[in-house]
């Protein structure tokens, strides 16, 4: 069974930072191309980065320049980076593997303005 558990957010101040982790396991990681998925309040579910198993990233227009996916494939576990946060940046924020079903519980992330 694949599982994903994402943590590390939290309240944060406009400019702040913050980075998220997911753990992932019942898979072959290393295979994967996975990305991390945000949903705004109100709003679906989005993808706004993913990294290949080739370590080739593409970022959303929102997130460039402030946010940076990475990944060890060692421990099976994905980051993400989060700088300069905005409001906007408000959601909770899942890992899925890009061509799979499974979701993680997300973690919530909330920046004040």
């Known amino acids: 069974q694949v599982q994903f558990v994402e943590s590390g957010g939290g309240l944060v101040q406009a400019g702040g930072s913050l980075r998220l982790s997911c753990v992932a396991s019942?898979?072959?990681?290393?295979?994967?191309?996975i990305g991390w998925y945000r949903q705004a309040p109100g709003k679906q579910r989005t993808l706004i980065v993913d990294?290949?198993?080739?370590?080739?990233?593409v970022y959303a227009e929102s997130v460039k320049g402030r946010f940076t996916i990475s990944r060890d494939n060692a421990k099976e576990v994905m980051y993400l980076q989060m700088n300069n946060l905005k409001p906007e940046d408000t959601g909770v924020y899942y890992c899925?593997?890009?061509?799979?079903?499974?979701w993680g519980q997300g973690t919530q992330v909330t920046v004040s303005s």
């Open positions: 899925k593997y890009k061509w799979g079903p499974y």
């Open positions: 019942g898979t072959t990681f290393r295979w994967k191309d």
């Open positions: 990294v290949g198993s080739d370590g080739n990233t």
